[in-house]
């Protein structure tokens, strides 16, 4: 669950709200440890990755960063050619029409 919370901070551009909430709700996956919450507990849990999603904000608005902001793309690439070499990546092959 948790694998899918990426680095936020110190990037170019910088973390969209969409991103911020994507983190916040694996976080809050995770804690409560299911992907879907009853209906019982459905409200809580979407206060919680409101209430989360908020205070990163916060926090990456707050951070000072001492190197230069990091190029999306280029740690994407980077990323893709570490899980290549350690075998955990296999590339997207579009779908037959």
């Given at each position: 669950m948790c694998r899918?919370?990426?680095?936020?901070?110190n990037f170019e551009p910088a973390a969209?709200?969409?991103?911020?909430?994507a983190a916040a709700l694996q976080y809050v996956r995770k804690i409560a440890g299911t992907t879907k919450p009853s209906k019982a507990n459905q409200a809580a849990f979407d206060r919680a990755v409101a209430e989360i999603a908020h205070a990163t904000g916060h926090l990456?608005?707050?951070?000072?960063?001492?190197?230069?902001?990091?190029?999306?793309?280029?740690?994407?690439a980077k990323a893709r050619e570490?899980?290549?070499r350690s075998g955990r990546y296999a590339p997207r092959v579009p779908a037959a029409s």
């Open positions: 899918n919370i990426h680095t936020l901070h969209t709200n969409d991103e911020v909430h990456l608005a707050d951070l000072v960063a001492v190197a230069p902001p990091k190029n999306r793309e280029e740690e994407a570490r899980a290549e």
